[in-house]
């Protein structure tokens, strides 16, 4: 078995008509009927990033075989916060794999976007330990489905978000505990990694270069100025 890896984006927000959300154009559509038209294979996709992934979706009545290289609800955006996340994919995943067994799904995509951390500036999903309680019922599921299938599931990985400016180390400890749990599981390597993910700085609080600054999401920020935090530096940005 091998884990390959390239440190890309997934383009999950552009549409046909022009690029969206920090996306140029729409690797997953493009790559999956690629996929669809040389080999005749359908994907699913996990879509965990913070923020629903509307490329696939916005796409299917622009390409013609996108329902075939995707089919309907096989592009997965678990709902909900902390333990009903977490429930929510593992219902998904149970679907999924009798899609697998029914031949219907070949390979599955994983893409688990940092922005959905409590603590992203425009994230609020996930507490860490649920955030990486995704990672491992997923990468569990997949060594379930190797022996299942008697051969290794395809599965790509994708960098989705991750909007920490106050910390970046923050989102790389995350995407990195991600791929631990992968090589974990699939390959059994028993590495040893500690997630470090620091507490998001709020309106009103000094970052480390010791400016006053604005880290929460537009709702928090305008719940702090409406409040009596709010007006004591309601005059910052």
């Not at 996340?85 to 994983?110: F, P, S």
Request: with cysteine.
């Amino acid at each position: 078995d091998e884990i390959s890896f390239s440190p890309t984006s997934g383009f999950h927000h552009a549409r046909p008509t022009g690029g969206s959300g920090f996306c140029t154009f729409s690797g997953q559509v493009i790559a999956s009927l690629k996929i669809y038209e040389e080999f005749g294979l359908s994907g699913a996709y996990f879509d965990l990033d913070g923020h629903f992934g509307n490329s696939i979706e916005d796409s299917r009545e622009f390409c013609k075989d996108l329902n075939k290289a995707i089919p309907l609800n096989f592009n997965i955006n678990p709902i909900g916060t902390d333990s009903d996340y977490l429930a929510d994919l593992a219902t998904w995943l149970e679907r999924v794999k009798h899609a697998i067994l029914e031949n219907k799904i070949q390979y599955v995509v994983w893409c688990h976007g940092a922005d959905s951390h409590a603590d992203d500036n425009l994230g609020h999903q996930c507490e860490t330990e649920y955030w990486i309680a995704c990672s491992t019922i997923f990468w569990k599921w997949v060594k379930e489905m190797d022996a299942l299938l008697g051969r290794p599931l395809p599965v790509a990985c994708a960098l989705f978000g991750g909007y920490r400016d106050d910390d970046y180390n923050s989102v790389l400890s995350l995407h990195t505990a991600d791929f631990v749990e992968c090589l974990n599981h699939v390959l059994e390597l028993g590495i040893k990694y500690t997630i470090e993910v620091q507490p998001r700085q709020k309106y009103g609080e000094y970052n480390v270069k010791g400016e006053r600054k604005w880290y929460g999401s537009s709702h928090e920020k305008e719940s702090w100025r409406s409040g009596s935090k709010g007006n004591r530096f309601s005059s910052l940005a």
